[in-house]
């Protein structure tokens, strides 16, 4: 069977372990713990290690979905995740532009360890004070068409399988380019 290893990532809150929990078809293994600093204004529990989830989306094919912990604190991590990774999700908080710079350095991380396809996942974009996908990108310092930018709400399996099927997608066109 072929697996497909792909990184969710993004900073605290943004929705991975919901994105993976939403769509895994195994009980998903979580690092979660009681947030015990400023995150518990944000939420009560916190990933600090990995999400684990599993996804068949032919008979020989299978994705393994990694959550990240979003704290910079865990990048060893981030580290680890994403060299055995053929593609990543960054979520951004589309309602929290004070998290931009974070995930500016999520994606900047990413880019330095690997050259694997991408997509930006943008998520809680029907709050109030949410910020475009332009923005978003000018704000990461993505000047170009080649990533592509997607809504996404995390709990929402139709919409998370969308998120997906575009990523593995890329996935596609890039080992079809590169053949």
């Known amino acids: 069977m072929e ?24 009980d998903v ?3 979660d713990r009681r947030a015990t600093d400023e995150l518990v204004e944000i939420k009560a529990n916190t990933t600090v290690a990995l999400d684990f989830g599993r996804l068949t989306i032919s008979p ?16 060893f991590m981030w580290d680890i995740l994403i060299q055995k990774a053929h593609a990543y999700i ?13 995930n500016r350095k999520i994606l900047h991380f990413c880019k330095q360890r690997t050259n694997i396809p991408y997509l930006v996942g943008i998520t809680h974009s029907d709050c109030p004070g949410a910020w475009e996908a332009e923005d978003i990108a000018l704000g990461l310092g993505i000047w170009d068409d080649s990533v592509p930018f997607v809504t996404v709400n995390a709990t929402e399996p139709v919409s998370v399988r969308s998120a997906l099927i575009t990523l593995v997608e890329s996935l596609t066109d890039c080992y079809l380019h590169h053949s």
């Not at 020989?60 to 990048?75: E, K, M, V």
């Not at 951004?92 to 974070?102: M, N, S, V």
């Open 60 to 75: 020989n094919q299978s994705l393994h979905l990694y959550g990240t912990p979003g704290q910079a604190r865990f990048d």
């Open 3 to 26: 697996i497909l290893r792909i990184v969710v990532t993004g900073n605290v809150g943004a929705g991975k372990t919901s994105f993976i929990r939403t769509i895994s078809e195994i």
């Open 29 to 31: 293994v979580d690092t």
């Open 90 to 102: 960054l979520l951004i908080d589309a309602h929290r532009p004070e998290h931009l710079r974070q």
